[in-house]
């Protein structure tokens, strides 16, 4: 009964940036003749896919971040209104990185926003995401996910030239940065204007500073789809799925 109390003084009007504007090298011939985030995943370009995710939570505020083909993006989206939803879009006119790119939006902010790569597909519960940033009064939240890397030798510890340990064919895992944040308005205070800054640099900037920075470990699904062989495994993990209303909406 607590959490759900909890949950249902979240502010769904809490802002969302989105970042569309890359070029998406690597999924080329793909994104010839349109950026990333419109390439469809069960019959929906990724980003609608995201902001039916978010608006299934109560999210309705979205910024867009754009720059590469930009107008398929606003042609497509318009005001949000076909949606249900609010968008306004954000065009750059240089690279400024995921980080670099909110100084865009400094009089545009003014209670704590989401921001998240529009190459992502997950279904994050992203009101118990904004619950667990306010509960631990952060000022920049990460969400994380867990990757394992499986190494395909021995490996081997030495002492010297001495062999004091043999490990085979290990798997280790680690916490990868899993491109979706929560950040405090007063975060924006760190980034100067038109100066190239990716997130986690934002990151070791407020640590350096001794702000509260902390992580959020998702276990629902994620993708980044980042190549063609994630465009397959996207559609077929995703294609079937609506998203899923937050319990506390209904």
Not at 217 to 230: C, K, L, Q, T, Y
Request: hydrophobic content about 40%; some cysteine.
């Amino acid at each position: 009964r607590y959490l759900k109390e909890l949950v249902n003084e979240i502010d769904s009007s809490n802002p969302v940036v989105l970042m569309a504007g890359g070029l998406g090298k690597r999924l080329r011939p793909y994104t010839d003749k349109r950026p990333k985030p419109m390439l469809e995943v069960g019959g929906k370009p990724m980003l609608e896919n995201i902001i039916n995710n978010f608006s299934s939570h109560g999210f309705k505020n979205f910024i867009v971040t754009v720059n590469y083909r930009h107008d398929l993006i606003e042609d497509h989206f318009g005001d949000g209104s076909q949606l249900g939803v609010s968008i306004d879009y954000i065009r750059e006119n240089k690279k400024l990185g995921t980080a670099g790119s909110l100084s865009l939006l400094v009089d545009r902010l003014s209670k704590p926003f989401f921001v998240m790569n529009a190459d992502l597909l997950t279904d994050l519960n992203f009101r118990q995401l904004l619950s667990f940033h306010k509960d631990h009064d952060a000022m920049a939240t990460m969400c994380v996910q867990q990757h394992a890397v499986k190494i395909p030798f021995g490996v081997i510890d030495l002492d010297g030239h001495q062999i004091s340990k043999i490990e085979e064919k290990p798997e280790k895992s680690f916490y990868v940065n899993a491109g979706i944040y929560v950040l405090e308005p007063e975060v924006l205070s760190f980034i100067k204007a038109d100066t190239y800054l990716d997130m986690p640099a934002l990151f070791q900037l407020l640590k350096s500073n001794n702000k509260s920075t902390i992580a959020f470990a998702i276990r629902e699904n994620w993708m980044d789809v980042g190549s063609p062989e994630d465009i397959m495994r996207a559609r077929e993990l995703f294609s079937t799925r609506t998203p899923v209303p937050d319990s506390s909406l209904i």
